[in-house]
């Protein structure tokens, strides 16, 4: 089993994010538990090259196993042949908003009984790292993956050669590539300056972007170079008219984060108007998942629905005073 700590500013949406990479790395792959921001995964080791692009977690590993008191955990830990740890090691504790425990001892208990059977101990600088979650349950793990927040803040829109303030942080650009279920390629047509397709070129796709505007276009290639990413195909195109920019081309995937109207250039349209007509032409083009984000004014499910998309999954966020807004996973 596998395990994955999310993050909790949009914890369903994180959530979603794991499970869509569940269901690209197999169909028998899926979450079996969940306790607070911890979720217990029926996954083998092989999830873990695409778990590894998660945008909205903390970390993931190798589950071990379970407990329902500290005598169960520590009865537990004494069965396990530990000599598979790299050395040194350290144990850490996460002590989760729920956690019902008494944990303030167990790092040196835990770790008392793996040096045991002769392992060396480095709390400063470990090669593994032996995780304890206590929440309803206790569970021990080892980490497997650490997203470095310091990664992404160095993504972040202002740290690009070419930005502006509006903009999608990179870990939720990342998750909306994971919720579209992109393996291969991505197209983002309404990509401003390319915050989307940054992280899917990170993750080794191939990026498509639309922008109507000749300088967004620019910019979002001058940012793509900058975080060394060649294999891309940008676009002075009407996201309203996909069709016209690829011909018979059908994407796999689609995500994008279009203008709400405020700062952003609507084009001279209508801002429902345009959304409609966007969502047409992506279901023109498209032959997967999409996901997108709406203001929460917009009835998205019910335009997507005539259009004929199947709308997935719905996830709200609260951006500021003057902004409510979904992020959806729809399939043609």
């Known amino acids: 089993m596998l395990y994955v700590e999310t993050l909790g500013n949009l914890p369903e949406l994180a959530e979603g994010e794991v499970k869509a990479l569940l269901e690209l790395a197999s169909s028998k792959f899926r979450v079996l538990d969940k306790d607070y921001l911890f979720l217990a995964l029926e996954a083998d080791e092989s999830a873990l090259p695409l778990l590894s692009r998660l945008g909205m977690s903390h970390e993931a590993g190798i589950l071990l196993f379970s407990a329902e008191s500290l005598e169960e955990l520590y009865s537990k830990a004494q069965t396990i042949d530990w000599s598979f740890l790299e050395e040194p ?15 303030k001892a167990i790092e040196g208990k835990l770790g008392g009984i793996i040096t045991k059977e002769g392992l060396k101990v480095n709390l400063t600088h470990p090669k593994s790292i032996v995780r304890v979650y206590c929440g309803e349950k206790l569970w021990v793990g080892v980490r497997s993956l650490y997203f470095d927040p310091k990664s992404f803040q160095s993504r972040k829109a202002d740290k690009r050669p070419f930005f502006k303030p509006i903009s999608l942080p990179p870990r939720l650009s990342r998750a909306m590539v994971n919720l579209a279920r992109a393996r291969r390629e991505i197209l983002d047509p309404f990509m401003g300056l390319g915050g989307i397709l940054i992280e899917a070129g990170l993750m080794g796709l191939k990026v498509y972007g639309v922008d109507i505007r000749d300088d967004m276009v620019r910019g979002a290639k001058g940012n793509l170079e900058f975080y060394g990413i060649k294999n891309y195909n940008l676009i002075v195109g009407d996201a309203t008219n996909l069709r016209e920019v690829f011909g018979e081309k059908k994407f796999e995937a689609i995500a994008s984060d279009p203008p709400y109207g405020t700062s952003a250039t609507l084009a001279g349209w209508n801002r429902e108007e345009l959304y409609k007509k966007a969502l047409e032409s992506i279901y023109d083009v498209l032959e997967g998942h999409l996901a997108i984000a709406f203001p ?35 399939k043609v």
């Open 296 to 330: 929460a004014q917009f009835d998205a499910e019910k335009a997507a629905r005539e259009i004929g998309f199947d709308v997935l999954e719905r996830y709200y966020q609260r951006v500021h005073g003057s902004l409510d807004r979904f992020f959806y996973v729809m």
């Open 89 to 103: 090691f350290a144990v850490r504790k996460e002590r989760m908003i729920n956690c019902r425990y008494d944990v």
